[in-house]
């Protein structure tokens, strides 16, 4: 079994090397556990034009599981993991779970419907090995590059979350606007920035002056601001605050960068993945289906990348870890990223334009 495991994890691991071509069929999906606990796996996916979640898998250290044994009809599929003193790096992505062996139909609802909601990622299909003179294989998913041992801080390739600011502490951010909401039950007003190192949200609950509240209410997404003030409490790279300055800033060649990537683009691997970014955040769908929703920021490094950049920084937009994408090319039509640290090469164009 281990050796299977090592040709597994070499032929098809979770999001590395080359796009999947268009006649490239996977017959099945496997799942492996290639770190040194045993894993309980759960997975989710559309099934039927509905989404459908599945429960549990057991795997031992350096095994590998059978989760699905048909072709695969759908790009994207979803897992999430639990293991003793390990940490999930989820994608915040939400299913309905249930502490026993489970096969739930629909994502909505789940804790009136007597389940439980559990943060998944996300496996992209697309994003494999090519396995030229090789018969179609079953996708090969590995568990190690969203787990995280709680006590070594093992690097895992997603930049992991945690405090951007000390609590109680004043500071000052240039950020991006992304946009006010009225929170449902209470009526507060809730405004969202993306800042180079995390999320800040201010509320009128009154330790922000009303008149700083009412000129973020009238900014238009993707505005480039500087604030100050003080931190209130921080929780998975989200941090909430209060301020007592808000000024509208000069443009850098990071907002201006981001500015150009507002629209819709869509894969020239497969038509039906496509995302639209409005002010700093990314709308991400497969066909008609959202599949998350991102907060972005345009940066000049990123997690440990050696190279300079920019870099595309996403991050859910209710938390998690960061995922990195070097800005490879950028003009009016065309988009190219490089998703890292595998180096995945992912082509975009425009909307509008018809795919090559």
């Known amino acids: 079994m281990y050796a299977r495991l090592i040709l597994a994890l070499l032929l098809a691991p979770l999001l590395v090397v080359q796009p999947a071509q268009a006649d490239q069929a996977y017959v099945g999906l496997e799942i492996c556990n290639d770190t040194p606990v045993p894993q309980s796996v759960s997975v989710a996916y559309r099934e039927d034009g509905q989404w459908t979640s599945h429960g549990w898998w057991h795997l031992p250290p350096e095994t590998c599981e059978s989760i699905i044994d048909s072709p695969l009809q759908n790009r994207f599929y979803y897992f999430h993991s639990q293991a003793q003193g ?32 559990a943060f998944f990622a996300k496996i ?3 994003v494999a090995s090519e396995l030229e003179g090789v018969a179609p294989l079953a996708y090969v998913a590995a568990l190690g590059d969203h787990s995280r041992s709680q006590n070594s801080g093992t690097d895992t390739g997603a930049v992991a ?10 500071f000052v951010r240039d ?14 007003v809730i405004c969202k920035m993306v800042a180079n190192d995390g999320q800040l949200c201010v509320m009128d609950d009154g330790r922000t002056e009303q008149a700083i509240i009412d000129r973020l209410q009238q900014l238009e997404p993707g505005t480039p601001v500087r604030v100050s003030g003080n931190s209130l409490a921080t929780d998975d790279r989200i941090t909430h605050v209060s301020l ?15 500015q150009q990537l507002s629209g819709e683009w869509v894969s020239q691997a497969d038509g039906y993945d496509h995302f639209v970014v409005e002010g700093a955040t990314r709308r991400n769908y497969y066909g008609v289906v959202e599949t998350m929703t991102e907060l972005l920021s345009v940066q000049n490094a990123c997690g440990d990348s050696p190279e300079d950049g920019p870099y595309l920084v996403s991050q859910a937009e209710d938390g998690g870890p960061d995922h990195c994408y070097k800005i490879t090319s950028l003009t009016e039509n065309d988009l190219v990223l490089t998703y890292l640290p595998h180096g995945t090469e992912l082509r975009y164009q425009r909307s509008d334009l018809p795919l090559n």
């Open 86 to 117: 390990w940490q999930f790096l989820d994608e915040r992505i939400s299913f309905c779970t249930a502490p026993g062996e489970f096969s739930i139909s629909g994502d909505k609802n789940c804790v009136t419907r007597g389940y439980e909601n």
């Open 124 to 126: 992209d299909t697309t």
């Open 161 to 170: 979350s945690g405090s951007i600011f000390e609590v109680g502490a004043p």
């Open 175 to 188: 950020v991006t606007f992304q946009g006010c909401q009225r929170r449902r039950g209470d009526g507060r």
């Open 244 to 258: 007592s300055t808000l000024t509208e800033r000069d443009e850098t060649r990071y907002d201006h960068m981001l």
